[in-house]
T-cell receptor, first 117, second 114 residues
């Protein structure tokens, strides 16, 4: 149980285009999902918290108009990188919070490697 | 906001020896402390976690200790094996892993020497 998937796993795009990344909880419903970004050889940085049916909460320094998040259902959250530029190239990873035996745990998706040319 | 410091950044140990990675956190409201193992290009995998109502937790060769007063927690791996080689991240959260995201340490590259 507690499987999180992401699609696509890898994307290469031209500067100025928009890219959509999907995060799905496969065997559970997730009221809360999270989006992280990881640059090479660095740690994971929380970008935003995505709540089903409401607006996402963005961390300081993350542009909400550039990183659009939609959490339309209890199993799907999407991150759209708008007008992507080379500095947006990174590993984007989502996680979903699941309640098991009365406690919450976050499980991560496999990540999406974005390369902007 | 929360700040998590992790040491060392690189740790090389002989196979069979023990490895210890230490983290400190700044926000006394944090109450959930997971440890993740990440292999190159892969997702972080939860290996063990501890909540603020306990001081120690063990799962086979892996153990985590928490000192709330000093705001630090540590990962202990005994009888290390080559497959333990990876980057390990500690993290902290205020909501027990539920409503709030995780603040990660910078990671420790663990190298197991054969």
């Amino acid at each position: 149980g507690a499987v999180v998937s992401q699609h696509p796993s890898r994307v290469i795009c031209k500067s100025g285009t928009s890219v959509k990344i999907e995060c799905r909880s496969l065997d559970f419903q997730a009221t809360t999902m999270f989006w992280y970004r990881q640059f090479p050889k660095q740690s994971l940085m929380l970008m935003a918290t995505s709540n089903e049916g409401s607006k996402a909460t963005y961390e300081q320094g993350v542009e909400k108009d550039k990183f659009l998040i939609n959490h339309a259902s209890l199993t799907l959250s999407t991150l759209t990188v708008t007008s992507a530029h080379p500095e947006d190239s990174s590993f984007y990873i989502c996680s979903a919070s699941v309640r098991q035996r009365g406690t919450d745990t976050q499980y991560f998706g496999p990540g999406t490697r974005l390369t902007v040319l | 906001g929360e700040n998590v410091e992790q040491h060392p950044s690189t740790l090389s140990v002989q196979e069979g020896d023990s490895a210890v990675i230490k983290c400190t956190y700044s926000d006394s409201a944090s109450n959930y402390f997971p440890w993740y193992k990440q292999e190159l290009g892969k997702r972080p995998q939860l290996i063990i976690d501890i909540r603020s109502n306990v001081g120690e937790k063990k799962d086979q060769r892996i153990a985590v200790t928490l000192n709330k007063t000093a705001k630090h927690f540590s990962l202990h791996i005994t009888e290390t094996q080559p497959e333990d080689s990876a980057v390990y991240f500690c993290a902290a959260s205020k909501s027990g892993g539920g409503a709030d995201g995780l603040t990660f340490g910078k990671g420790t590259h663990l190298i197991i020497q054969p």
